[in-house]
């Protein structure tokens, strides 16, 4: 993928900063930690993807410009949606960036690229991304990527939020007119978004021609299919089976691409906080899920590190990944 080139670095000090930037649809994480790996700073802001928020240079000035002021800053790691895929929101990226943190080392990447990086800690593996979105990266033993999916709700995205949220709204109007079984979905539904029961294709149809960011709006049905399957709801499960299907599709198409099989895999996105959701996944997938190293953001971090030269050893892993965990819980953040 496309990243600005290296700058030179400043001399290292114990004193040295980096930052890291985890941009997304529905919510944006920036980080800070010093050279031994120790987290030192965790915030949560907006969303910051140029595809679907009309005001995301401000967001992504807001929460990164305290970051940008930090004495001894010594490099920068963005991570942000759609980087890399469009050709005029990667050049917007970079200038904001540029504007933000001026002559300090830069490197821009995809932020399921950065994902990958600290799931595996910058080793070969396949990461399926489920969020608002969905896609899967690999690396290969030569440290090449490969991609698959990520085409927005309009052409694909099958197994994210979006698109388990819209099939929601299709299992609950499908039970609502008798097409189909009863369904918990109904009222789990009708309770989350506040509408009466009364009328509820009245009801159901006014909240969606309302909507002002429908993508997001739609994808945070998504929980409730995850935890109706969970209480064995046989709609939800339908549901959940079907992007579990999709998702391990992703999976399958770039192992035939790499020519190899049984590699190891990992998971990102909010989606897969779902047991029932990960259950599934690994039942197709036929063999259980390596547990992610870092989260996004710890990506994000290892990428900064990289990009100066700094030694980025098991050591400096286990210290981020605690220390990240630790602020994580501070402000209520899964950091996923």
């Not at 010594?74 to 960036?97: C, K, N, T």
């Not at 540029?98 to 396949?126: K, M, S, T, Y």
């Not at 995205?157 to 039970?175: F, H, M, N, P, Q």
Request: aromatic share 4%.
């Amino acid at each position: 993928m496309p990243r600005l080139a290296p700058s030179s670095a400043p001399p290292a000090t114990d004193t040295a900063v980096i930052v890291g930037i985890d941009g997304g649809g529905s919510k944006t994480l920036v980080a800070s930690a010093d050279r031994t790996g120790q987290a030192l700073r965790l915030q949560r802001g907006r969303g910051t993807s140029p595809l679907e928020s009309p005001g995301w240079r401000e967001a992504l000035a807001e929460q990164a410009r305290p970051f940008a002021r930090a004495s001894g800053l010594a490099g920068v790691a963005a991570a942000l949606p759609a980087y890399g895929e469009v050709d005029a929101a990667s050049a917007a990226q970079r200038q904001a960036i540029g504007e933000l943190f001026g002559r300090v080392p830069q490197r821009l990447l995809n932020d399921v690229d950065a994902a990958h990086l600290g799931a595996f800690a910058g080793q070969a593996g396949i990461l399926i991304l489920a969020g608002t979105g969905s896609m899967a990266w690999a690396r290969d033993a030569t440290g090449a990527s490969h991609r698959t999916g990520g085409w927005g709700d309009v052409i694909g995205d099958e197994g994210s939020g979006y698109w388990i949220g819209t099939r929601v709204l299709g299992a609950i109007s499908k039970a609502i007119d008798g097409r189909a079984a009863p369904t918990g979905l109904v009222d789990a539904v009708f309770v989350r978004l506040g509408l009466p029961s009364d009328d509820r294709m009245n009801q159901l149809l006014g909240w969606a021609s309302g909507l002002d960011a429908p993508r997001m709006q739609i994808a945070k049905l998504a929980p409730l299919a995850l935890e109706c399957a969970e209480a064995g709801d046989p709609a939800a499960n339908a549901i959940v089976d079907a992007a579990a299907d999709e998702l391990c599709l992703h999976i399958g198409t770039l192992e035939r691409q790499l020519a190899a099989s049984k590699l190891a895999w990992s998971f990102a996105g909010g989606l897969f906080a779902s047991p029932a959701l990960r259950r599934a996944v690994t039942a197709r997938v036929g063999r259980p899920a390596a547990p992610p190293r870092l989260p996004p953001v710890g990506g994000a971090l290892l990428a900064a590190a990289q990009h100066l030269g700094w030694p980025t050893d098991e050591e400096w892993i286990e210290r981020l990944a605690a220390s990240l965990r630790q602020l994580a819980e501070d402000i209520g953040e899964t950091a996923d």
